[in-house]
């Protein structure tokens, strides 16, 4: 799909990145057999992303037990970092997002921790700050026993856009 800006100028979403101290990374590579993003229509699913920070994950274990709630709630809006740099590899151009329809996350619990919103809120929160009214969205939060590569969390999230 063609950019709606020119190469050498930021979209309006991606200034905002910047004015939050973030930077969009580059797609992270998939882990089996499935592509990071995909269209539907006018909307953009996502596979679920790890917190990969240039390719590692800066922590593995259970929310919990290995690892803090608050760090897991970071690592969640690092999910939604790199789920938006999915979205703009198939749409091309994140200022074409019109809504955050839907985000899913999982948390990879140990089994006496119930806070799995509390970890999630660091996607759905970044969200918000990106989007503004745009990035309130329809959410899951969900404890898991495990996820790949022993990830603590694992966002997937859903993107309608023009």
Do not use: W
Not at 78 to 93: E, F, M, P, R, Y
Not at 125 to 149: C, D, K, M, Q, T
């Amino acid at each position: 799909m063609e950019n709606k800006t020119s190469p050498n100028s930021a979209s309006a979403i991606e200034n905002r990145l910047v004015e939050l101290g973030l930077t969009l990374p580059e797609v992270a590579a998939p882990v089996a057999a499935y592509v990071p993003a995909v269209t539907s229509g006018n909307h953009a699913y996502t596979s679920g992303q790890l917190p990969f920070i240039k390719g590692e994950l800066p922590a593995a274990g259970k929310v919990g037990a290995d690892v803090t709630p608050e760090a897991a709630k970071e690592m969640a809006a690092t999910c939604v970092l790199n789920a938006l740099a999915a979205v703009k590899s198939v749409i091309g151009d994140l200022d074409r997002i019109t809504r955050i329809v839907k985000v899913v996350g999982f948390v990879s619990s140990d089994p006496s921790f119930t806070g799995q919103p509390g970890v999630v809120n660091g996607a759905s929160e970044l969200l918000g700050e990106i989007f503004g009214e745009a990035g309130i969205h329809a959410r899951s939060a969900v404890g898991v026993a495990v996820l790949p590569l022993d990830s603590p969390v694992e966002v997937e999230l859903v993107a309608e856009f023009s």
